[in-house]
């Protein structure tokens, strides 16, 4: 089989990134005249090493790379608010959501990171061609989950866009179960002139958080919402 043909495979069949087995099934040769194949194809710049095993027609985007080595697995935080142009950042990362264990990887000039998330929260994303990506709100709701990978003052900005829809953030955060995502929505949302109603509570408790955990916990007291207004947010 040529490359045009095995190209026009990969392509009927949405594969973006493909395993030296996918690649056996196609050109329906044994693994050892499989290998020597991709190896010619990689010497003359028609397919690209991803990882070990695994590889990808040269020239795919990154984040269709990033999204596509582990099943399932979806593009979140600040990759997938820049995806939704919702971000004063470049990312220098590509940010994947999965519910598995996984070492990052370097792929061209982008450094692919896994994020483990628990199978509750593995929701709210969509596909958009050979990419899958959170929706907007989702990638809000895992960013105030896993504050490390979204600087706050993005997850502002990206609330006050007004593009984002509210009942959605609201849902997501009830059916994610955390009371501090929902009591930092809920101050954030309020912070940029949302009206959200009843839809978000703080809850019973009792005890303050920071609404910015890398920082120190010195601030106005929210009693509405059970948050030390650690931040300036703008």
Request: hydrophobic share 40%; with cysteine.
């Amino acid at each position: 089989m040529n490359f045009d043909s095995f190209h026009d495979v990969l392509e009927k069949e949405g594969i973006a990134v493909f395993s030296s087995k996918d690649a056996a099934r196609i050109i329906g040769k044994p693994q050892g005249y499989t290998k020597l194949f991709l190896s010619r194809l990689a010497k003359r710049g028609m397919v690209q090493r991803v990882e070990r095993g695994k590889y990808c027609l040269r020239g795919t985007w990154e984040l269709v790379v990033a999204s596509n080595l582990v099943y399932p697995s979806y593009i979140s935080f600040l990759s997938a608010l820049a995806f939704h142009k919702l971000t004063t950042q470049i990312p220098v990362q590509a940010q994947v959501v999965c519910t598995r264990q996984k070492k990052g990887i370097n792929f061209g000039n982008v450094r692919i990171e896994f994020v483990r998330l628990k199978k509750a929260a593995f929701f709210g994303f969509r596909r958009f061609g050979d990419l899958f990506v959170a929706e907007p709100e989702k990638a809000i709701i895992d960013g105030l989950y896993v504050p490390e990978r979204v600087p706050l003052p993005e997850i502002f900005y990206a609330l006050k866009s007004g593009e984002l829809n509210t009942g959605k953030l609201c849902e997501y955060a009830d059916r994610l179960g955390s009371s501090v995502v929902k009591r930092r929505l809920g101050f954030l949302l309020e912070k940029a002139g949302i009206k959200i109603g009843s839809r978000l509570q703080a809850g019973k408790t009792t005890r303050y958080a920071v609404l910015n955990p890398f920082l120190g916990s010195t601030g106005e007291k929210n009693r509405n919402w059970k948050l030390i207004i650690n931040e300036v947010l703008e």
